[in-house]
């Protein structure tokens, strides 16, 4: 257990989901660090899966992967990039992880012959991985996937209850994010829904002391008094989250209503004031760009746009890295499939994406063919790079019908195999080549110069490589690999020298940029972007 001077705030929702608790979690820790505090953040996923690696993205979103290799929820995207907190295992807990471990203790006679229970032994087991991830900090921001009230997430709830006893009421905080609806047929906001939120939460224990109501405009004074009135909390406790144009205003929105000031009263912490200039300023860039470039994501997930969460946003800071903005058009992969790329023809820049399966692949080497032929701009990522080289195979190397064995085992030019590693791999979960790998970069490429460093350190999640027995013959025809691993084994880079831009990383740079630290790579695909404005 951490030490008394530990703070724990606990942020749970209401009503609905995709309300933004993940932004607002976030949002409370960039606030937090900002007034001189070591933070720690926590997600609590309520799902039974060990972790959301085996989940199909249109299920769960985008997958966030940490430096040592977890696979977790996309909210741990927001925490590092609205945070100078690295995350990793420790940092999400699924209810999966949780009866697997408490499953495997019973096994084990580690509970003495006890009856094993959800209460004491589930809710200890939940509370253990709070402590964790609370360790040597000032403040832990603990987020409560779900909703109050689904049953599937009531041994948090119970957990987070007992918390307060546990720490104190000095030591602990609520936070309840909840929706206040605009009712269009009577033109009002309506409270009634976060009134039965907060009913619901208090019957399971817990009074929250703050609430956040999400809402379309702004609240009047008066119905925040009568939030507060029929919730029990004073009216000062009672915050709005209205929509905004882009999520990197949320901090900013939030202190100035002076929430942070607020949760530091409620927990006793003597800190310096918050100051978010630099959180302005990235939102002035957004709203009133110098320029813009149109971005093509060709991907088989564009329905769901969390899917691409996290690349979604490193676009955005790659045009806030030359003081502009991307305009993002999502484009279907299996659209393309036709042999008409005509959708792509208005577009500044071709990014395509990961993924899995072969369903949209044909589309995405279409776009690679014509991104390379008409001189467009264009980025691949991870399956996206396997993409590039597929397409360099078979219509400039002249190996026709060239594929991954992913796609056609008995493909006459495997130039895309599988790992030596994960032949015959027979569990599908965290069994990929996961997490933080070096890279050394060719000198002089264009992936070289973008780093403005030879030795990097990127995220990994794939199970196909680049098939070493095809390297030679590739190279020859032009295709530069820029990128190895430090053995020369693995293929981590792949360019064309004389293309505006022609570039694939079998890595995920995405889930290392930050808004005020643009990752290089998208930095410098929408620089070359924007030189190719239409």
């Known amino acids: 257990m951490p030490q008394k001077t530990t703070k724990f705030i606990f942020v749970t929702g209401g009503v609905v989901s995709g309300l933004g608790k993940g932004v607002a979690s976030a949002s409370i820790g960039a606030l937090m660090e900002n007034r001189g505090l070591k933070i720690s953040m926590l997600k609590m996923d309520p799902y039974i899966n060990v972790d959301p690696g085996t989940m199909n993205p249109y299920q769960h979103g985008e997958v966030f992967v940490t430096d040592d290799g977890t696979e977790s929820d996309l909210d741990l995207g927001h925490y590092e990039r609205f945070t100078s907190v690295s995350m990793s295992a420790t940092n999400n807990c699924t209810t999966g992880q949780v009866y697997d471990t408490v499953i495997g203790k019973e096994r084990r006679g580690e509970y003495l012959g006890k009856t094993v229970q959800v209460i004491p032994h589930v809710t200890d087991e939940i509370k253990s991985r709070i402590y964790r991830a609370a360790k040597d900090v000032d403040v832990c921001i603990i987020e409560v996937g779900g909703t109050i009230g689904d049953i599937e997430g009531l041994h948090f709830i119970e957990a987070i209850r007992q918390m307060r006893t546990d720490v104190g009421t000095e030591n602990s905080l609520f936070i309840h994010l909840t929706l206040v609806p605009f009712i269009k047929a009577v033109g009002e906001m309506k409270t009634k829904p976060t009134q039965h939120s907060v009913k619901a939460l208090r019957e399971f224990g817990i009074q929250p002391d ?278 020369q084994q693995l293929v981590e880079m792949c360019e064309i020298a004389d293309h505006p831009w022609f570039v694939g990383c079998q890595f995920h740079p995405e889930f290392k940029s930050k808004p005020f630290l643009p990752h290089p790579l998208f930095a410098a695909f929408v620089k070359a972007a924007s030189e190719n404005k239409k």
């Not at 609430?211 to 008094?225: A, F, G, M």
């Not at 093509?296 to 564009?302: E, I, L, M, N, P």
């Open 210 to 487: 703050i609430i956040l109501c999400r809402c379309e405009q702004p609240l009047e004074k008066d119905l925040k008094d009568k939030i507060a009135l029929f919730c029990s909390t004073s009216k000062d406790t009672v915050f709005d989250c209205p929509d905004v144009d882009t999520i990197y205003a949320v901090p900013a929105m939030l202190k100035e209503q002076g929430l942070d000031d607020k949760v530091a009263e409620k927990l006793n912490i003597w800190s310096r004031a918050s100051e978010l200039e630099p959180w302005r300023e990235v939102v002035q860039t957004l709203r009133n760009p110098k320029n813009a470039a149109k971005i093509g994501v060709v991907g088989k997930y564009v329905h769901l746009i969390d899917s691409y969460k996290s690349l979604h946003e490193a676009l955005l800071h790659g045009g806030l890295a030359s003081g502009g903005c991307v305009e993002l058009v999502y484009v279907d992969s299996e659209s393309l499939e036709s042999g008409d790329p005509g959708m792509l023809a208005e577009v500044d820049g071709i990014l395509v994406p990961g993924g899995f399966g072969e369903r949209g692949t044909e589309g995405k080497i279409q776009a690679v063919r014509y991104a390379r032929e008409n001189r467009v701009p264009i980025f691949g990522i991870c399956l996206g790079l396997q993409m590039m080289v597929i397409e360099f195979a078979r219509h400039v190397a002249g190996l026709d019908r060239a594929n991954s064995t992913e796609f056609d085992a008995s493909t006459p030019y495997p130039v895309i195999d599988l790992m030596e590693s994960q032949r015959g791999v027979a569990n599908k979960g965290a069994t990929m080549r996961l997490g933080a790998y070096p890279c050394r970069l060719v000198p002089g490429s264009k992936a070289q110069q973008a780093y403005q460093n030879q030795d990097i350190s990127e995220r990994h999640r794939h199970r196909y490589e680049v098939n070493n027995d095809f390297r030679a013959q590739l190279v020859e025809k032009g295709l530069m690999f820029s990128g190895l691993s430090p053995d």
